[in-house]
């Protein structure tokens, strides 16, 4: 008797639920590959989106062949029945520019964007304020010191061609986000426990190159992308660490992270007087597509 009442229950219950926690597909793109993963409530399932794009689909974050690559994301999206399902996209970090920005103003504006759009500070970016899509980041306080927020800035036409993209796929695109700030908020648990003179330094391995993003204090301070290969990297990467440290005394201590499995090169290690950390993504595919899931569980 009281099964079937039970039964009955959680089909009245089923579509409320699957409103409550939707199922939401986490998406990151790059310029020569992407992956992906449903995100079902809270927990994530495993990657089944993961796919190499091919040469000169895209170009510095710009999607070059919208057609193709619309029939490919969709072509996937069938495949794995999740074609009725909403996309949150990382944009491809090459295409995204990002910022600390020391906040202008007394208090948050009620519209920050558009405050800063009528400052227009001189960021140095390859594009007019007036012309890109902007993402502000309260970042962590700190006494004494002015408001800070992490900017990420892509022009539109690149985001109006991604739409684009997701349009000829078929695809419910809910939401753009870059993956610079993604990055960035997998990482906050992390810079919470460090000390303030270490440099952190994450080494992100891709087949384009290895991404390095360097931190202090909670900050991001520097981005670039190295070469792949032994000596190349070690020279590169000790290169930058090196300038960073001549650039901010206060940064004494190194740490580096790894964030996926990457043999280093033999004996940097040594010669840098650390030992690598690997950082723990799972059940995560990526620091990204945590950042992601971590972004939209605070909307």
Known sequence: MFSGLIDE?????RPIRSQMFPSLVLLELNDNALQGQVLRGS???PVTLDVPLPP???KQGMPLEKEPLGDLIGDL????NL????LIVALPPAGVQWRVVAWPFEELPEDPVDALRQVDPDLRLPFALQ????DLQPLPPRAGEPARMLLAAAPTALVDAWVDVFNLAGAQLER???AQACQYLALLPLLAEAEDDELIAVLDPREEGCRLLALRAGLPVFERVLPIGDEPLRLELERCLAFLQRRDPLA?????????PFALPPGLEDDLGTTAERIVCEPYGSLVLKGLAVREASR
């Open 77 to 80: 999206l069938v495949r794995d």
């Open 131 to 134: 012309e890109a899509t902007l």
């Open 176 to 178: 753009l986000a870059p």
């Open 56 to 58: 000169l689909t895209c």
């Open 9 to 13: 229950l959680q089909d009245r219950l």
């Open 83 to 86: 074609l009725d399902k909403y």
């Open 43 to 45: 927990q994530p399932e």
């Open 252 to 260: 004494r201590r190194l740490k580096l992270l790894l964030a996926a």
